[in-house]
């Protein structure tokens, strides 16, 4: 078992070795920063709420701001159901553009020889101000390994997420995190990752960004 995993961690660190060198050559260094707060109502029912704020052009202007809130029910041990509304700000063009964008989220979660894993469906209806509604779907994929380092519990994860648009019929974007969590004190959690992200544009040309993303959580 610890020769699969040292291999698996091996993989895992050329992978990112030639996703970063691939998207250094044409993609923007990015800070992603969010809050989130979760509170449970009893032993099913919690309520969720975020903040993110995101700055590009090698972390000198915010472009991007989003709050989130939902409920989540979970139904089983194994799945997790929630409902969101989600009100996106994003600057384009030197304007900034509004976007409503309610979704409905199913979680998957599972465990192999104490890995945690997860599948997550994502289904969004876009309401854009200057264009016709678009729905999108999203499937982020997780593994937390089981090793706990510190007093801080510091876990390792890595994650992929695909983006569907219906209205194009295509996918057009995947993101690639390797991250850790960390729990500060019994009701403030932490992270931080890497991600990769491919998006495909105008004149289907692939754009890469860097996004090292900072993470807070308070639970109660």
């Not at 995993?5 to 993609?27: D, W």
């Not at 959690?189 to 959580?217: C, D, H, P």
Request: proline content about 1%.
């Amino acid at each position: 078992m610890r020769k699969i995993i040292i291999s698996v961690c091996c993989l895992c660190g050329i992978f990112l070795t030639t996703v970063s060198a691939r998207a250094l050559e044409n993609g923007d260094w990015q800070l992603w920063n969010t809050d989130s707060a979760e509170v449970k109502l009893d032993k099913r029912w919690k309520i969720k709420a975020e903040e993110e704020l995101r700055f590009g052009k090698d972390i000198s202007e915010l472009y991007y701001t989003h709050t989130d809130g939902g409920i989540h029910l979970n139904v089983t041990d194994e799945l997790d159901l929630g409902i969101n509304y989600r009100q996106v700000y994003e600057k384009k063009e030197d304007e900034w553009k509004e976007e409503c964008r309610p979704h409905f989220n199913a979680t998957i979660k599972l465990e192999w020889e104490e890995f945690k894993l997860s599948d997550r469906s994502r289904l969004e209806l876009r309401i854009f101000e200057d264009k016709e509604d678009e729905w999108r779907y999203r499937n982020k994929f997780s593994v937390v390994f089981p090793w706990k380092w510190t007093f801080l519990e510091i876990q390792p994860y890595i994650a992929d997420e695909v983006f569907v648009d219906f209205h194009g019929e295509k996918l057009n974007r995947n993101r690639f995190y390797s991250g850790i969590s960390y729990k500060l004190c019994k009701y403030l959690k932490g992270g931080i990752f890497y991600m990769w992200q491919i998006s495909k544009r105008a004149g289907n040309k692939w754009t890469g960004y860097n996004v090292l993303g900072i993470e807070a959580k308070i639970v109660f």
